[in-house]
T-cell receptor, first 114, second 115 residues
Framework: NAGVTQTPKFQVLKTGQSMTLQCAQD?????MYWYRQDPGMGLRLIYY???????DKGEVPNGYNVSRLNKREFSLRLESAAPSQTSVYFC?????????????FGNGTRLTVT | AQSVAQPEDQVNVAEGNPLTVKCTYS??????LFWYVQYPNRGLQFLLK??????LVKGSYGFEAEFNKSQTSFHLKKPSALVSDSALYFC?????????????FGKGTRHHFLT
C-alpha cells in the first residue's frame, strides 16, 4: 500500500540547473498538491490540481511549473534553480468524495541549491 | 481568500500537563479545518478535522480540538501531554465556497517537552 510516492528523496543542484520532482499516488484521489516547507515559514502551497487536466497557482508559484500527467501523477519542475528554492518539498493528495477529506502526504524531497 | 494563523512558534509543556496549540482562521462560511503533526524527520500525519456542528472533535493519539465560531478558532488540545508528543503541529483550512480545492497551512507550532 504505497500511498503517495515522491522521487527523489534528496537532490543537490547548482544554480541555474533544472529538475523535475515526481509524485504519484495510488489511492485514486482527484486532488493533488505541492508544498514547500521552510523553517519559520511552515508549509506553503506552490501549486495544486483539483482534477486531471487542471492546475492552479498556490501561494508561492514563482519559479515553478507543474504537470498533472494523469490522475495518478503530478510533477513539479524547476526550470532554473535558485538558492531560494532550497527547501523540503512535499506532495499530497486527497479524495474529493468528501468536502473535508484529509490530505495524504508523501515523505518529501530535500532539495539543496548551491 | 482563506487564511490561517498559528500565533505561537513554540509551546513548552511538561509531561502530564495539558497541551494547547492555538489556531485562528478566516474564511467565508463554515470552514473545513484540519490539524496535522510532523514528528522529527518524518512526513506529515493527519490528526483530526472539524465536523460541522461538533464544537469538540476527537482525533488520533488522544488529541482533540475545540471549534469556536465567534472567535474563529480551532485550538488543538491534549489533556495530558506525553514526551512522545514533542513534534511540529500544523493547522490547515480549506474554503468551503471555493470552486477549486485550495488548502493552506499555518506556520506551525513546535511543542517541546519541558523537563
Amino acid at each position: 500500500n504505497a500511498g503517495v510516492t515522491q522521487t527523489p528523496k534528496f537532490q543537490v543542484l547548482k544554480t541555474g540547473q533544472s529538475m523535475t520532482l515526481q509524485c504519484a499516488q495510488d489511492m485514486n484521489h482527484n486532488s493533488m498538491y505541492w508544498y514547500r516547507q521552510d523553517p519559520g515559514m511552515g508549509l506553503r502551497l506552490i501549486y495544486y490540481s483539483a482534477s486531471e487536466g487542471t492546475t492552479d497557482k498556490g501561494e508561492v508559484p514563482n519559479g515553478y511549473n507543474v504537470s498533472r500527467l494523469n490522475k495518478r501523477e503530478f510533477s513539479l519542475r524547476l526550470e532554473s534553480a535558485a538558492p531560494s528554492q532550497t527547501s523540503v518539498y512535499f506532495c499530497a493528495s486527497r479524495t474529493t468524495g468528501g468536502n473535508n477529506s484529509p490530505l495524504h502526504f508523501g515523505n518529501g524531497t530535500r532539495l539543496t541549491v548551491t | 481568500a482563506q487564511s490561517v494563523a498559528q500565533p505561537e512558534d513554540q509551546v513548552n509543556v511538561a509531561e502530564g500537563n495539558p497541551l494547547t496549540v492555538k489556531c485562528t482562521y478566516s474564511v467565508s462560511g463554515n470552514p473545513y479545518l484540519f490539524w496535522y503533526v510532523q514528528y522529527p524527520n518524518r512526513g506529515l500525519q493527519f490528526l483530526l478535522k472539524y465536523i460541522t456542528g461538533d464544537n469538540l472533535v476527537k482525533g488520533s493519539y488522544g488529541f482533540e480540538a475545540e471549534f469556536n465560531k465567534s472567535q474563529t478558532s480551532f485550538h488543538l488540545k491534549k489533556p495530558s501531554a506525553l514526551v512522545s508528543d514533542s513534534a511540529l503541529y500544523f493547522c490547515a483550512v480549506r474554503d468551503p465556497r471555493g470552486r477549486d480545492d485550495k488548502i493552506i497551512f499555518g506556520k506551525g507550532t513546535r511543542h517541546h517537552f519541558l523537563t
